[in-house]
């Protein structure tokens, strides 16, 4: 399976991702924002980290970066492309998925272990993972995911949510959400569920020393997934 | 404008100080020349009243690369890798713009660290604000926080490690003390020190503007009344542009073009230019005209001072420019060739045709002032007489309470939830441990990293206090599995012109010499900042000491939370019953007069290694060392962290249980073992000559005395987290 991860200019979780997809099979190939075609690829991978110093609007700048007309087109072709994080900021700024993400509703960043209930897994990315909590790790500042209620009524009809904040059991109630996003959204996807963008990051939860190992059962699935 | 003694002193020089400069230029400065001898001998860069004390500090060791003089400290982990760390202060700023402060602290020592060709692994960092109590300190906290989070997350670097303290000494003068640790082939080592004529002198980076303008010598006065007007002399950070310039330089330096490499940190432009020269013994010609400016009509005087953030000064080898300008250009970056090295040893500035500044770089340099400073000897304090009726009767667990809750002892989640400390995947120690532990990426290798400081001993009695700080970090480093290997210090004190200020730098450095040499645990870098007080009040000594250890395989990292249920708990080292400035006595007695716990550098060292065998040999579970708060405090930690309980007895001493459980004697640490290895551990400390006591057994989830003095776990953690969120949010 190939890979490729994109590095904007304040890229920062790019060679994260890169070692990532590596451990569990994917061929990568790390593009450079201003190239103009992508290499051929099963999986496009926008990573996390402060693009263009996240000085605009997050992901703003990025999403207008020469190489992701490539990216939409990709998208637009059914590939699969995944946003983390600043990379799901991006996500909505090229509108590929809708909605916006907002400052942390507590006005503040925030870095630590939260659990996401799979809320959909009926698509490429979460399909025959057993668990239906995984514990992930966010670290964000503007994650706090709104849409408006003809969006959200939109969403919830397509079954576009990926996962929502949660306890260890699968509670997704408002003291579990980190950021105060909007039914405790933590990711979604397109219509057409080939595009998803989500806050946490599984690239830092692979191995039993790190933060916890259910990155490694999400990027297990995915590989076996594309296949 | 002709410059005389008057605008020589508004610069912060002494007037004895300008009639050397008149002496050794042989004339008058003109004022850009004035400008950069008062940056360049400000107590900031030319630690004119440190370095005579700083030269006995042992800095020489088996791994050790580079000593103090570089951008920062090198150390030798095998397998041709090497750690590049420093700490650094950024006090003053911090405390006039808490956020641009930081924030631009936290950028700074990166940059020192990169500019030697290694990638930042981690950060650290040391804050001290005033009273929780005082109207300064929320915003302050809360503006450090931001700052250090908002370059440090955006540079993609994780934060793993750090303390926070408050006392009301700082209430009028923060603390923010930065450290970062890179890695780096030790075959691609970079320096400053320039060869070669005639090669050209490269500016890369952000442009230069107005800002940060005399910040430097703004570092070296105490604060006034006036210290609001002073903003201008804050930088500004842009972190993004530092993670392109980090970027930039290690793509350069993956090829052979760099002759000497510097950061433009304190007096910029000024101190790169000359720090370069000088220690190639060359001079620098530049024609500042070609310098990239922010800001139009910007005078050589402004050029030469400002402290803009990310730039760095390149020399190249001769023929490589139209190459390196490609890296730059791909990240965006300004690259101008504004100089060259020449063999005149001076530094020759030129703008619009005219030469404007002409200085034999030995002036600045080799004859900057170096000043043997009238200092104090402190006396060792008598030692309190304690009512011990009166002690005796309060119980355990209600103190205890209190101690959990203080501001100093309770739980920093809320600082460090805010920084990004798992970026890079290596992370596999978090703050809230006794050291951060990062992976070295691809190996079985790990380094660890603490930062401790202990104000209230160094206040109490330098000496002791200096040797303490050192100790625990030697303390904290083990507990997690580490050999300890170097470390690095910034030293925070009041104004050396004042005898007693000066009294505790001069024997807070004797001890902190005096236990690094003995426990072979070199000084590689630091920095130090003097005037720290508010008119002529200083704050209490705060040497801050950086330690960095070795993990050889990272499967044997110890962390401090108890495993398993009938585990045995042990107490390594002897608990002599010390009250005297310990927290509790503080908290609880409201008791501040005393000396500080002795250090015992042979327990110190016995104890230290014969544990580090211990965990070599997979027989520890979980270790903690026992600073402040004593025994039970560490125990209530471990306990909240491992969500787990301990039947505790006390072993029978003369002392009394609270005396037992609450004093801060040095050298020990708690540890956690299975009862199947009981025999082995106890035949191994006995062998060692090391003191210890069994403390107790693990249980599910109290923490039990006896029928009167229990509380559950999930008690305690309320008490020990509550505290800064609430006091946060409000």
């Given amino acids: ?227 | 404008m002709t410059v005389n003694e008057k605008i020589a002193i508004d610069h912060g020089l002494k007037k004895d100080e300008y009639k050397k400069i008149c002496e050794l230029l042989k004339r008058n400065p003109n004022i850009t020349e004035l400008g950069i001898f008062s940056a360049m001998w400000n107590e900031h860069c030319s630690y004119k009243s440190s370095r005579l004390h700083l030269k006995k500090l042992p800095t020489k060791g088996k791994q050790v690369i580079q000593g103090p003089g570089e951008n920062a400290g090198i150390i030798d982990i095998g397998d041709n890798d090497a750690i590049v760390f420093k700490i650094e202060s950024h006090n003053h700023p911090s405390f006039i713009e808490p956020y641009q402060g930081a924030a631009t602290g936290v950028g700074g020592i990166m940059r020192d660290v990169f500019t030697m060709g290694a990638r930042p692994i981690a950060n650290l960092n040391s804050i001290h604000f005033g009273s929780s109590q005082h109207k300064k300190t929320k915003n302050l906290l809360r503006g450090v926080v931001h700052g250090i989070g908002g370059y440090g997350n955006c540079m993609g670097v994780p934060t793993i490690a750090g303390q926070t303290s408050f006392d009301s000494s700082y209430n009028g003068n923060i603390l923010v003390n930065a450290m970062t640790l890179g890695l780096v082939k030790k075959d691609k080592i970079f320096y400053s020190k320039a060869a070669g004529l005639n090669k050209p002198v490269i500016y890369v980076g952000s442009k230069t503007g107005r800002d940060g303008i005399h910040g430097a010598s703004m570092a070296s006065a105490s604060f006034d009344d006036k210290i609001e007007e002073k903003k201008p002399t804050v930088q500004v950070g842009d972190p993004f542009t530092e993670k392109l310039l980090l970027e930039a330089c290690l793509e350069l330096m993956a090829g052979d073009s760099i002759i000497a490499i510097q950061d433009m940190g304190a007096a910029g432009l000024t101190s790169s230019s000359i720090e370069m020269a000088s220690k190639g013994n060359l001079g620098i010609e530049i024609n500042l005209n070609k310098v990239p400016c922010r800001e139009t009509k910007m005078t050589p005087y402004e050029i030469m001072l400002s402290e803009s953030q990310e730039r760095m000064l390149i020399i190249l080898e001769s023929g490589k420019e139209v190459q390196a300008k490609k890296i730059f250009d791909k990240w965006n970056l300004d690259f101008a060739v504004i100089g060259k090295t020449t063999k005149s040893k001076k530094i020759e500035l030129f703008f619009d045709n005219e030469k404007v500044a002409d200085i034999p770089v030995n002036t600045l340099v080799e004859n900057s002032p170096m000043y043997d400073r009238k200092w104090k000897k402190a006396k060792l304090p008598k030692k309190n007489k304690i009512n011990k009726d009166e002690i005796n009767n309060l119980k355990i667990i209600e103190v205890l309470k209190k101690i959990l809750a203080n501001p100093n002892i309770c739980s920093k989640e809320w600082i460090w939830q805010q920084y990004d400390h798992t970026v890079m995947g290596d992370t596999i120690q978090k703050p809230g441990g006794d050291s951060g532990v990062v992976r070295v990426h691809g190996t079985n290798k790990a380094v660890a990293a603490s930062v401790d400081s202990s104000a209230v001993y160094c206040w109490a009695h330098p000496l002791t206090g200096g040797k303490q700080v050192v100790c625990e970090s030697f303390r904290n480093l083990i507990s997690v599995g580490a050999k300890p290997i170097a470390i690095t210090n910034c030293l925070n004190f009041g104004s050396p012109e004042n005898e007693e200020n000066m009294g505790e730098f001069v024997e807070c450095v004797q001890g902190i010499g005096e236990a690094s040499s003995y426990l072979k645990f070199p000084v590689v870098s630091g920095n130090v900042s003097f005037y720290n007080q508010t008119k002529d009040q200083g704050i209490k000594p705060t040497p801050s000491i950086g330690g960095v250890g070795l993990i050889n395989d990272y499967t044997k990292m110890i962390t401090m939370d108890f495993k398993e249920v009938d585990n045995v708990v042990l107490v390594i080292g002897k608990t002599e019953g010390h009250i005297d400035q310990s927290l509790f006595a503080r908290v609880i007695l409201d008791e501040k007069n005393g000396p500080p716990p002795e250090i015992n550098l042979f327990n110190e060292k016995n104890n230290g290694e014969t544990l580090l065998k211990l965990i070599d040999s997979n027989l520890i579970k979980s270790a903690h060392d026992i600073s402040l708060g004593g025994i039970i405090t560490a125990i209530s930690k471990m306990c909240i962290k491992g969500n787990k309980g301990i039947n505790l007895k006390k072993p029978k001493y003369l002392i009394s249980e609270i005396e037992y459980f609450f004093a801060e004697d040095q050298g020990r640490y708690i540890v956690e073992i299975c009862k199947k290895d009981q025999k082995k551990v106890l035949d191994i400390l006995n062998k060692n000559a090391v003191y210890y006591d069994e403390l107790g057994t693990i249980n599910e989830n109290v923490l039990f005395l006896n029928e009167k003095t229990k509380v559950t776990i999930d008690e305690l953690k309320e008490f020990n987290t509550k505290w800064l969120k609430e006091y946060m949010s409000n």
Wanted: charged share 20%.
């Fill in chain 1, 1 to 227: 399976m190939k890979s490729a991860v994109i590095t904007f200019p304040g890229s920062n979780c790019d060679r994260d991702m890169d070692v990532a997809l590596k451990k569990f099979g994917f061929k990568n190939k790390m593009v450079w924002h201003q190239d103009i075609e992508l290499p051929k690829s099963d999986l496009v991978v926008l990573p996390g980290g402060f693009s263009y110093g996240d000085y605009l609007r997050c992901g703003s700048m990025a999403s207008k970066s020469k190489i992701m007309q490539s990216v939409i087109n990709f998208a637009n072709s059914g590939g699969m492309v995944m946003g983390i994080c600043n990379g799901f900021q991006i996500l909505v700024e090229t509108g590929l998925v809708p909605g916006v993400l907002l400052r942390n509703k507590y006005l503040e960043f925030i870095c630590k272990n939260v659990f996401v209930k799979i809320s959909d897994k009926d698509n490429a990315y979460f399909k025959n993972i057993k668990n239906n909590v995984l514990e992930l790790h966010i670290a964000h500042n503007e994650g706090n995911y709104f849409c408006t209620n003809d969006q959200l009524k939109e969403i919830e009809d397509n079954a576009q949510i990926a996962i929502n904040y949660c306890n260890n059991q699968g509670k997704i109630e408002k003291s579990f959400n980190p950021n105060g996003s909007i039914k405790n959204i933590a990711g979604i996807f397109n219509k057409e569920k080939n595009v998803l963008g989500m806050m946490p990051h599984p690239e830092r939860m692979i191995d039993p020393s790190l933060s916890g190992e259910d990155g490694s059962l999400f990027f297990k699935n995915l590989i076996n997934n594309i296949k």
